[in-house]
C-alpha cells in the first residue's frame, strides 16, 4: 500500500516556476514508477510526466518537454515536478501517482496507475 501527498500549488504568473513535490509511504516506494497528471476543467486527467524506479528513465507529454523535470529521491520518499516557463494552459489539477509495473504507453493511461494523491491546484495567469 502506497499513500502520496502532494506539496501546495499555487497561482504563478506566465513565464514563472512552480515546484511541486509529492510524499510517500510505503516501504517500497523505490521500487514504484512515479508520475504526475493533471486534469483541466472540463478535460480528461492527462499524464504530464513520469519517473521509472531508478529515475533513469523518464517520460514526458509533449506540451511540457523543456519546461517540466520529473525527479525523484528515494531516500526521502518524494517525487518531485519541477515546472518553468509556465503558462495558462498549464492551469489545472495536479496528481501525483505511483504503480508497481507500468512501462511503456500503458504509462499515458489514468485507469492503470494503482495510487493517488488527492491533487493540488496549479493557476498560471496571463
Known amino acids: 500500500q502506497v499513500q502520496l501527498v502532494e506539496s501546495e500549488g499555487g497561482l504563478v504568473q506566465a513565464g514563472g516556476s512552480l515546484r511541486l513535490s509529492c510524499a510517500a509511504s510505503g516501504r517500497t516506494f523505490s521500487s514504484y514508477v512515479l508520475g504526475w497528471f493533471r486534469q483541466a476543467p472540463g478535460k480528461e486527467r492527462e499524464l504530464v510526466a513520469a519517473i521509472s524506479w531508478s529515475g533513469a528513465r523518464t517520460y514526458y507529454t509533449d506540451s511540457v518537454k523543456g519546461r517540466f523535470t520529473i525527479s525523484r529521491d528515494n531516500a526521502k520518499n518524494t517525487v518531485y515536478l519541477q515546472m518553468n516557463n509556465l503558462k495558462p494552459e498549464d492551469t489545472a489539477v495536479y496528481y501525483c501517482?505511483?504503480?508497481?509495473?507500468?512501462?511503456?504507453?500503458?504509462?499515458?493511461?489514468?485507469?492503470?496507475?494503482?495510487?493517488w494523491g488527492q491533487g493540488t491546484q496549479v493557476t498560471v495567469s496571463s
Open positions: 501517482a505511483a504503480d508497481s509495473s507500468l512501462t511503456g504507453a500503458g504509462l499515458y493511461q489514468a485507469n492503470n496507475w494503482d495510487y
